[in-house]
């Protein structure tokens, strides 16, 4: 890692001082891009954070510079659950309306990658030629991305627990987020989601009124709040919420029974929700009727924020509702692909609420009966599995015929379905064999659905790559 330089401190005219500062983000955009086209070259991951880490190395400032040249200006979203997806939502609302975007790749999303991102689009003289950019940001990063980026709006989707917070760090996350956003200027706009006690309490403690969406559909909500529900408690004096609906995870309509704290009131709405599936469903979203080839409650949620993000934009409704009528999810947020006669469906499901959710999906409303649920413990997956124990898998009990447990920690996996009373086909850590064992146990024309956590994602992908079933993800 590359050490933070400061600049140098000695006295300059102003036009010197700017001259030095115009300078310092050319050489700076220069040995960034020179970085990318090395990576890329040697094919390590596509080289998607290094050209970051070298270009803030030599100009702490370049991102703030590099997005001071968008035309339009930028839009930063963050939220445990979902920000790859409705990052690309927005990205293609965007593009479709003519414009040019700069945008990070899935799983770069720490300021690094925003950076990366930003240095791709931008030329040889260090001018970055792009309209807007829609940066994904890690939650923890949000802080530093609002005062670097100084966005036109940030969107929060949600904050959840993640495998990566298993001790209440989201709390000051949350304050940082807040004390960021309010230091923002009145003319950029927080959207956040009504639906999430945390996120709402983010927002009630902003001096300008954020922009709030929700959904309004009790017909699609659960009747219990999850085990891996977390926020239950009021952020004022503590006790239990009641949730008069719950939708995905913790979010859904809450109220404090001391009457100190409840959910915000949505501005935008997502109403006569009807999900078909992975497949897609159709809603009402402030007045207009999409119809979106995306499945499940969470995309509903990400749809609505988009949304809630495209209008606050200026883009027109009816414009939104006909250019995602074809739009394509991320790679390996939720892919389907065909595999000797087997209908493989992978879904990213990387923490308690996001797996649920997937299998409530799966289970209730894709109609599977067989699973690969695969658990890696590297970095990027959370090297503590514990969470697992937070996932409902009991949900599986009756239900899936063939489950395979797969990933590096494919035995732990094993052992909770045992506790969930699912019973399991014999552990499988090699991605490879793990496949083969579910073609085994499975005939043609079956549909399976392949759980993943981040890495075990990739790995599972690598293999269908190597088969010839997908494309690398450079490529798509
Ligand atoms: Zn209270």
Redesign the pocket.
């Known amino acids: 890692m590359l050490g933070r330089r400061r600049p140098i401190n000695r006295p300059l005219g102003l036009s010197t001082m700017s001259r030095t500062s115009a300078i310092r983000k050319t050489a700076a955009v220069l040995a960034g891009k020179a970085t990318g086209a090395l990576s890329r070259i040697t094919r390590r991951g596509g080289g998607t954070t290094l050209p970051g880490d070298v270009a803030r190395a030599i100009d702490p400032n370049i991102l703030t510079k590099l997005a001071a040249d968008l035309t339009k200006g930028s839009v930063v979203i963050t939220g445990t659950n979902g920000k790859t997806t409705t990052s690309r939502l927005l990205s293609y609302l965007l593009e479709g309306a003519g414009y040019k975007i700069v945008s990070n790749r899935a799983g770069a999303n720490l300021i690094f990658g925003a950076t990366a991102a930003a240095l791709n689009e931008a030329g040889p003289s260090g001018l970055l030629k792009a309209d807007w950019g829609v940066f994904e940001i890690d939650e923890a990063s949000l802080p530093k991305a609002i005062d670097e980026i100084k966005p036109k709006a940030t969107l929060v989707l949600n904050l959840f627990r993640d495998q990566l917070d298993r001790y209440g760090e989201l709390e000051s996350i949350a304050k940082k987020i807040e004390q960021a956003l309010s230091r923002m200027p009145a003319n950029s706009t927080a959207i956040l989601n009504a639906d999430d006690p945390r996120v709402a309490e983010i927002g009630l403690g902003l001096p300008t009124k954020p922009l709030w969406f929700g959904l309004d559909d009790t017909s699609v909500a659960a009747k219990e709040l999850p085990h891996a529900a977390d926020a239950r408690t ?1 952020p ?4 239990s919420l009641i949730f008069d609906a719950v939708y995905v995870g913790h979010d859904g309509v809450y109220r ?3 009457n ?2 409840e959910r915000p009131r949505p501005t935008i709405t997502a109403r006569n929700i009807k999900l078909d599936g992975f497949d897609r469903f159709s809603a009402t979203i402030d007045g207009t009727h999409l119809d979106i080839p995306l499945g499940g409650l969470y995309n509903t949620y990400n749809v609505l924020a988009a949304f809630a993000v495209a209008k606050t934009l200026g883009l027109d409704a009816t414009y939104v509702a006909e250019r995602l009528k074809d739009f394509r999810a991320a790679f390996g947020r939720q892919e389907r692909m065909e595999f000797r006669g087997r209908h493989l469906n992978l879904v990213l499901s990387k923490n308690p609420a996001g797996f649920n959710e997937t299998l409530r999906t799966a289970i209730d409303l894709a109609k599977g009966n067989s699973f690969l649920i695969a658990l890696n413990d590297r970095k990027a997956d959370g090297t503590d599995v514990s969470w697992i124990w937070d996932v409902d898998f009991e949900h599986l009990k009756g239900k899936a015929t063939v489950v395979v447990p797969a990933g590096n920690r494919a035995h732990d996996l094993a052992v909770r379905l045992k506790y969930a009373g699912v019973p399991a086909a014999p552990p499988e850590t090699d991605p490879g064999k793990a496949l083969d064992l579910l073609v085994k146990l499975t005939n043609e024309g079956d549909t399976a659905h392949l759980l993943c956590t981040y890495t075990a994602m990739l790995d599972l992908r690598a293999e269908l790559v190597r088969r010839g079933w997908a494309k690398p993800y450079w490529e798509t």
């Open positions: 009021c004022k004096c503590g006790a404090c029974p001391n100190d704290f």
